[in-house]
T-cell receptor, first 115, second 118 residues
Framework: GDSVTQMEGPVTLSEEAFLTINCTYT??????LFWYVQYPGEGLQLLLK?????DKGSNKGFEATYRKETTSFHLEKGSVQVSDSAVYFC??????????????FGQGTILTVHP | GAVVSQHPSRVICKSGTSVKIECRSL??????MFWYRQFPKKSLMLMAT?????????EQGVEKDKFLINHASLTLSTLTVTSAHPEDSSFYIC??????????????FGSGTRLTVV
């Protein structure tokens, strides 16, 4: 079945540091890829998305590029802020196969940014 | 954009009682809603998928008699935790899917419910 693997956390950075959170996936067909963010005590918010190979999703300074050749969707931000501290989830939706319509999540990566 | 309202945000109940959590899509019709459970510092575990007007589909290992799901309309799904015990304490999150656009826009999530059973 489909699966998403994220880098182990937690990740601790100083403000203005560069951020990379790795995400790779296994899926049949052509899934859509997403990054969700969860702030403490809240639900999940869509951060960015990409629906086909080589698409770049971007939002709030975060970027991720859909790389089909490496089955990856790594999240990057050039300069993190304390307010970026949250849990980040990589996810996919597959239009085919037994996982049709279901959102498959990675395990989540806790990011803490210090002033 | 699509908004999903989840209520209550926090609930404390006594062991042995039942608790109902509501999930409403405010500006779209949700043909499918999903219920997740999240343990501290863990990812989301899909509990069940509910489709309007039909029985929910539960994931393996989830007790359907304990976690009752009702999706009576295109804008409302409810999760009832029956005879709650302390081990049911968790963060429950719903999400809603708006027809075929889910593949492009993903799903919209509620803000979650923190359940504490004492």
């Amino acid at each position: 079945g489909d699966s998403v693997t994220q880098m182990e956390g937690p990740v601790t950075l100083s403000e203005e540091a560069f951020l990379t959170i790795n995400c790779t996936y296994t899926a049949t067909g052509y899934p859509s890829l997403f990054w969700y963010v969860q702030y403490p005590g809240e639900g999940l918010q869509l951060l960015l998305k990409a629906t086909k190979a080589d698409d770049k999703g971007s939002n709030k300074g975060f970027e991720a590029t859909y790389r089909k050749e490496t089955t990856s969707f790594h999240l990057e931000k050039g300069s993190v802020q304390v307010s970026d501290s949250a849990v980040y989830f990589c996810a996919l939706i597959n239009a085919g196969g037994t996982s049709y319509g279901k959102l498959t999540f990675g395990q989540g990566t806790i990011l803490t940014v210090h002033p | 954009g699509a908004v999903v309202s989840q209520h209550p945000s926090r609930v404390i109940c006594k062991s042995g009682t039942s608790v109902k959590i509501e999930c409403r899509s405010l500006d779209f019709q949700a043909t499918t809603m999903f219920w997740y459970r999240q343990f501290p510092k863990k990812s989301l575990m899909l509990m069940a998928t509910s489709n309007e007007g039909s029985k929910a589909t539960y994931e393996q290992g989830v007790e359907k008699d304990k976690f009752l799901i009702n999706h009576a309309s295109l804008t409302l799904s409810t999760l009832t935790v029956t005879s709650a015990h302390p081990e049911d304490s968790s963060f429950y999150i719903c999400s809603a899917r708006d027809g075929t656009v889910a593949r492009v826009y993903g799903y919209t999530f509620g803000s979650g419910t923190r359940l504490t059973v004492v």
